[in-house]
Nanobody, 117 residues
Framework: QVQLAESGGGLVHPGGSLILSCATS????????MGWYRQAPGKQREMVAL???????DYADSIKGRFTISRDNAKNTVYLQMNSLKPEDTAVYYC???????????WGQGTQVTVSS
């Protein structure tokens, strides 16, 4: 059974930084697109950043230049480095995985990120 476990959320001041981590169990990681979505109160869940099994990355326009996604295939972990955080980045951040062949998707439980002074 595949499980995704996020960590690293919290409260940060505007302009601050956080690193989110998502550790995966199971055997999908090296053959999966991994990434992060977020959902703010009253809004739909939106893609933040994705990284494919070959290491290419895609970002939402709203966070380009501020967030960086990376993956460590040896540790089955994907990271999201978030810099220059803004109040509008406040949301629950969910780790996401999609198996390249089966297209089966997986979600973590979510971690809260709050940007506030």
């Amino acid at each position: 059974q595949v499980q995704l476990a996020e960590s690293g959320g919290g409260l940060v001041h505007p302009g601050g930084s956080l690193i989110l981590s998502c550790a995966t169990s199971g055997t999908i990681f090296s053959r999966a697109t991994m990434g992060w979505y977020r959902q703010a109160p009253g809004k739909q869940r939106e893609m933040v950043a994705l990284t494919t099994s070959t290491g290419s990355a895609d970002y939402a326009d709203s966070i380009k230049g501020r967030f960086t996604i990376s993956r460590d295939n040896a540790k089955n972990t994907v990271y999201l480095q978030m810099n220059s955080l803004k109040p509008e980045d406040t949301a629950v951040y969910y780790c996401y995985g999609r198996h390249t062949l089966s297209q089966t998707t997986y979600w973590g439980q979510g971690t809260q990120v709050t940007v506030s002074s």
